[in-house]
Structures are given as C-alpha cells and as structure tokens.
C-alpha cells in the first residue's frame, strides 16, 4: 500500500490514544515502518530521530541485536503460556534479576516478590489493591481505605490508577467513578504529616512519582522529599508505593529514581523500559512482609485474586531478561553520565535562551520545556512538535511543555543533533527572536 492507502485506512478505522481525532485528519502523520537505534523510519522514507523513546519506554535502542535475539529464540520454545497453576523459565528468572538490581537501603528489609501483569496502569492497580487487601487483613474491620496521592499525579488510565490521579485534565471527568482519596501539594512535607496525624488511621498507603512527576510536564520535587515521604509512612503505618514506571530503568541516571535518596518502597510498580521498549510486561514488586500477610489455608481467602490472561508473557520476559543483560554488558549507566552532561549543556546554550521558553526542567535524561503563556487554542506545544517533525525529529507536548527522553543509547552527536532541531522547531513554531537572558534551568543531574 502507498503512504496515501494508508493514511485513509487509519483515518476510517483508527481511533488513537490521547488524540482529538476531529484535527487528526488534517495532518499528515508519519506512518513508521522499521526503525534502527535512535531513528524512525517512514513509509516514504524519511528518518527520524525518536526523541521521546517511543513514548518513553526504549532504553537501548530500535532492533538492539541482543533483544532481538531473545525474543526470537523464545518464539522457537513457546509464546505464551498462563502463570495460573503454571510457571516458565523465563519468568522465574526475570523475577530473580529484577530483585538483584531493585533498590537497597541500610536497615530496610528489601523488595523480595514479583507480580507480573502488562502494563504501567495495571502495575499500579496491582500495589493499591495489594496495599487495601493487606491492611483488611490485618485488621478486618479496620479503616484504612484511602489513598494518598500528590496534586498533578499520573499513574495511568484504569479505574483505580485514576482514582489517584492528580491531573484535572486526565482525570476530572472520570471522578463519579472513582473511589475517594487523599491529594496533597508535591513538595509539602508538613502538608503530607498534618494529613497522616488527622486521617493516618484510614490510609493505606501513599502512592508517587518519584523524584519527577512525568505527565505532569516533568515537575522536579525537592532534594530530601521522597526519603521524607518515606519517614513519614513508616510513622504512620501507612504502605509507601513507589511508581517507577517513567522513571526507573535509568531515565534519572541511576536504575531506579528510589536509589537516589537510598529509599526503599513497600510496593514498587515499573513497565515502560522493562522489556527495553519491545513489549507489553509490568511488575509490581513488594516486600516479604506484604507477601506474607496473605498467606493462610485455602478457606481463609487470604489469595490475592488478580491476574492478567498475559500475565509473564514468556516472549516479554525473554526480552527484558535481555535488556538487563544489556545494561550489565553495556555498562550503559557508566556510559549515561557523560551523556547528561552533555544534555545539560546544549539545552543551557541552544533552548533556555529562547525568549517563548520559560524553564527547562530536568532530571537525568528526562526533560520538560516550558514555553511561556499562549492561547489554548493555538496549541503551541503541538505546534513544535510539527516544526520538529518538518526538521526530522519526534518530540511530545504536554500541553505547552515540549518532552524530550531519549533512548539512553543515543549517541553524543544524535544528541546533539536532537536538541538543535528542537531549538529550531521551538524558534520557528513560537516565532521567538533575539534570544535574550536564558531561562532558568533546574540544577539537578
């Protein structure tokens, strides 16, 4: 089929996520067809630098040899087969590998179990319902039903990831279904302790984003708020969950956003970079003491009854057994570090001096472009993003927040190459001139 067929078979049979399919028709989006490392590949034949690791999920790269490896050799053993009364290789020793790289931290007891489902949403669905189902076991009669969670959360679009979801755009909508929670201000540690000293004894469990609350626009918390969040919790006896998921496998610079401050969650929920960016698999790892609050002969009813028909997917965990291999053969952390700073740099010279550019917010590979107030209706974060295309890269708003995250396997001068035609595509889009004192840039690594 010609680009043309195409484009009028998605248009009469597609309705994509997080799109106003009413202005989808009139542009002509790139139908991608092969990619390889950092780029993207169009069914016309134009590349593209994947400047947001397709939806923040790619870690070493398009067709990396070694994933690509695995996979294949699973497809020669079996697909798929259910973990219900089963288990596979594969899976049991993805559980293994994910426990020896999941945060430490002195005095802690540290995360010891596994639960596999598909994605980001259902990983987070997964903690809350563990951390509800826990404290009822406990305490049969007890009042922990609530959750806490953080104004301009996001931790995905199922009922209950909704239900502690901080974002009024996303999220308000959806409220008659939800069940009721806690919201407190990012940051406010004495905000968060006045709520746990008057309703702690109806929390189950704090869930966040730590360190960058990514949906948001990549907002920064404070240095000390996530090891204080976790002093917290322990005081009040309320389950800390951790979602990892945008920010865990090396997106902060370190494998995990957790290690950053030494913390150690309850419940701790990753996808996204897990199988590298190849296929649906999510996890939801917790401690032995949760684990063993459900433990009880059959007709005590103490089993957790969730599960996902692709629960540990054999192809999924085949690929993420190979993507952590990479990491260690790689040394791809190591290899990280020069990387952000280079990012640091470029977006200090090229972007942050643009007079429509307001801040940049940055955390590792993780950033967010703020551009200064624009009417709603121009659109101007999307309008980048087009300019951006026009110039060969792919680049995400959020509203008038330009996202970057590129694959970590980016080389210097793809970096390089990125950051300038976003400088570019902000300039040409937002029509800003003379570039005048740079904006401020948030001073983390």
């Known amino acids: 089929m010609t680009t043309e067929e195409l484009r009028a078979l998605d248009r009469s049979a597609l309705w994509h996520p997080f799109t106003q399919q009413q202005g989808w028709a009139a542009e002509d989006a790139p139908i991608v067809e092969r990619a390889e490392g950092a780029w993207l590949h169009d069914t016309d034949g134009r590349a593209y630098l994947d400047g947001t690791s397709a939806l923040w999920c790619n870690v070493h790269g398009h067709r990396h040899p070694a994933i690509d490896a695995a996979v294949r050799a699973q497809l020669d053993r079996v697909a798929h087969t259910t973990m219900l009364g089963l288990s596979h290789p594969p ?3 993805l559980a293994e590998a994910l426990l020896a790289i999941a945060p430490r931290g002195e005095g802690r007891a540290p995360l010891s179990r596994v639960f596999y489902s598909d994605n980001g949403s259902t990983a987070n669905e997964i903690a809350l319902k563990m951390a509800f189902q826990w404290h009822r076991i406990q305490e049969p009669d007890g009042r922990r039903t609530k959750f806490v969670y953080l104004d301009m959360s996001y931790h995905g679009d199922t009922i209950g990831s909704v ?3 901080g974002i009024d755009l996303f999220h308000t909508m959806f409220r008659p279904l939800l069940f009721d929670g806690i919201r407190v201000a990012a940051g406010d540690v004495e905000g968060l302790e006045r709520v746990l000293r ?10 966040m984003e730590p360190l960058v609350q990514g949906a948001a626009g990549m907002l920064l918390h404070p240095d ?3 090891r204080a969040v976790r002093e917290l919790c322990d005081a009040y006896n309320v389950l800390m969950v951790v979602d990892e ?3 865990g496998f090396g997106r902060t610079g370190t494998m995990f956003a957790c290690e950053r401050e030494g913390v150690v969650p309850d419940l701790m929920s990753v996808a996204k970079g897990l199988t590298g960016g190849y296929l649906p698999l999510a996890a939801t790892l917790t401690t032995e003491r949760v684990y063993e609050g459900f433990l009880g002969r059959f007709e005590e009813f103490r089993t957790f009854f969730h599960g996902h028909t692709y629960t540990g997917n054999p192809l999924a965990c085949a690929a993420a057994l190979a993507t952590l291999r990479v990491f ?3 040394d791809t952390l190591a290899a990280l570090q020069p990387k952000i700073a280079l990012l640091a740099e470029l977006l200090e010279a090229s972007i942050a001096p643009l007079e429509t550019v307001a801040e940049i917010r940055r955390r590792g590979v993780m950033v967010g472009i703020q551009l200064t107030d624009f009417p709603l209706e121009a659109r101007m974060g999307h309008q980048v993003t087009l300019a951006a295309r026009e110039r060969g890269a792919i680049v995400r708003p959020l509203g008038d927040v330009v996202v970057l995250m590129p694959p ?3 080389a210097e ?27 401020a840039v948030a001073p983390v690594v």
Do not use: F, K, N, W
């Open 224 to 226: 000390g708020y996530l």
């Open 328 to 330: 260690e053969d790689e």
């Open 163 to 165: 239900s502690v979801g």
């Open 245 to 247: 998921v945008a920010t």
């Open 91 to 93: 899976a049991i020793a």
């Open 198 to 207: 008057d309703h702690g004894d109806e929390i189950a469990a704090l869930i």
């Open 408 to 410: 970590l396997s980016i």
């Open 413 to 439: 001068d793809e970096l390089r190459q990125l950051v300038a035609i976003t400088a570019e595509a902000i300039a040409a889009a937002t029509g800003a001139g003379t570039p005048r004192a740079p904006a």
